[in-house]
C-alpha cells in the first residue's frame, strides 16, 4: 500500500506526467527529460506499474478528470499511448467528463492525435507560448508561428477541445508585441486561454539530472540574461491587463487569474485543484492530495524508477494548512470564496482567521466581500499574493511558507 492509499476511496482526478521532450526550453522548471533518453521505454512500463498498483490501493475509484501532463505527451507513440490507456482502464472506473493531453504544436501527427483520441482524450492545451518568430525566439522555442494554426486545424479535425497556453513577459517584450499575440490566438477561436507570466526559477530543479550536457550553468545563465531583460512589475501587469481587455470584449470568461474560458469551457480538471479537491499524481515529479495529504514521486528519472522497482511510497509534503490553502485556492476563481461553506468544513476559528485577513485586504481594495462570498478585485488579481499572504496561518508565516499558488500558477 502506498502513502497516501485508502481503500474505497470517492472520486478524484488523474494527472499523469510524460516527461520527454524533444528539446529543453530553458525557462521551465517542470520534471522533463530528453526524448531519446534511454529510459524512455523503462519509463512507460514504470508509470503502467505505477498505475495499476494505485488503482488497486485505491479501490479502483472514479475518475472524473485525467490531465496528461508534461515534458511533451503528444510525443508518446501510438503503441505507447495505448500501453498507458490500457492501464489506466483497467485500474479505474473511467467515469471521465473531460480528458486533456498536452501538446507541443510542432509535435502533432495524425496517427498521435488519433491514438489519443481512441484513448478518451476530448481536449488539447497546446503550448503554443507565443505566436511571433520574435517571441518564440525569445522563449527558446523551436517550434514555427504557423504550427500553431496547423494544430489547431488538426485538433478540431477529430472534435476535440482546443486551450492555448500564452506566455508574456518575455525579453524586450512590448504591449503591441502582446496585442499581436492576443490578437492571433482570438483568431484561431480557441475554448480555453491561459495567459502566465514568464517567472524564472534561479535555483536548480530536481529533474536537471535528466539532462545530461545541458547542465545547470548554462540554463541559469539564460534565466539570468533574460529576467534582466523583462518588463519590471509595472510593465507585466500592463500587459496583464491588456489581456484581461482584449479577451473580455472577444467573449472569454476570466474564471482564474491566469485562465479565460469560453462559456461551458472551464477546465474541469484544474477546477479540481482550485477547489483543493482529491488528485492522485502519476509518474516523475507527480504531486498528489488524496484525503488531506500531499505527496510527491521524485523529478529524477532514475530515482523514479528506483522508487517504482522497490515499491516505494510517495514522498510526502511539507504538512499543508488545509485551512488556509483552501481559502487562497477558492479566491483565485471568479466564484471566489464561500465563507459559509468554508466555515461548515473548517469550523468557526478558521472563518474568523480568513475574515481577519480579508479584512486587512479589503482595506487595500484588493478583496470585495459581498455577504459571505469574498472575491478578488481586478486590482487584487495583479497583487494576489498580498492577499494570500494574509490568509496563511501563523504557524505557516514563521517557517516563511509561501503560498504553492501565484499569477503564474495553473
Known sequence: MTQASSAGHGPIALYVHVPFCAARCPYCDFATAPATSALRSRYVDALATEIRREGVALGRPSA????????????????????????????????????????????????????????????VSLGAQALSIEGLRALGRTHQPGDTAAAVDAVRSLGMDV?????????????????????EA??????HLSC????????????????????????????????????????????????????????FQHYEIANWARPGKRCAHNLVYWRNGEWLGLGTGAHSHLSGARSRRPGSLVAYLDAIAKNAPRIADPAADEASDTAILALRLDEGLDLAGYG???????????????????????????????????????????????????????????????????
Open 64 to 123: 472524473r478528470t485525467l490531465y496528461v501532463g508534461g515534458g511533451t505527451p503528444s510525443l508518446l507513440d501510438p503503441e505507447e499511448i495505448a500501453t498507458l490507456a490500457e492501464a489506466l482502464r483497467s485500474s479505474f472506473d473511467l467515469d471521465l467528463v473531460e480528458a486533456t493531453v498536452e501538446a507541443n504544436p510542432a509535435t502533432l501527427d495524425r496517427a498521435r492525435l488519433v491514438a489519443w483520441r481512441a484513448a478518451g482524450i476530448t481536449r
Open 163 to 183: 486551450s492555448l497556453d500564452l506566455i508574456f513577459g518575455w525579453p524586450t517584450q512590448t504591449r503591441d508585441d502582446w496585442v499581436r499575440d492576443l490578437t
Open 186 to 191: 482570438i483568431r484561431l477561436a480557441p475554448d
Open 196 to 251: 502566465y507570466p514568464l517567472e524564472l526559477v534561479l535555483e536548480p530543479e530536481e529533474a536537471v539530472a535528466n539532462w545530461p550536457g545541458a547542465g545547470w550553468g548554462s540554463v541559469l545563465r539564460w534565466r539570468q540574461e533574460a529576467a534582466a531583460a523583462q518588463a519590471d512589475d509595472e510593465g507585466i501587469a500592463r500587459l496583464y491587463r491588456t489581456a484581461e481587455r482584449a479577451l473580455h470584449h472577444a467573449g
Open 344 to 410: 461548515r468544513r473548517f469550523g468557526d476559528a478558521a472563518v474568523k482567521r480568513v475574515r481577519a485577513g480579508l479584512a486587512e485586504a479589503e482595506d487595500l481594495a484588493l478583496v470585495r466581500v459581498a455577504g459571505d462570498v469574498a472575491r478578488l478585485t481586478p486590482r487584487g488579481r495583479l497583487l494576489a499574493s498580498e492577499v494570500f499572504v494574509r490568509l496563511l496561518g501563523d504557524d505557516d508565516v514563521a517557517t516563511s511558507r509561501q503560498p504553492s499558488v501565484t499569477l503564474a500558477a495553473s
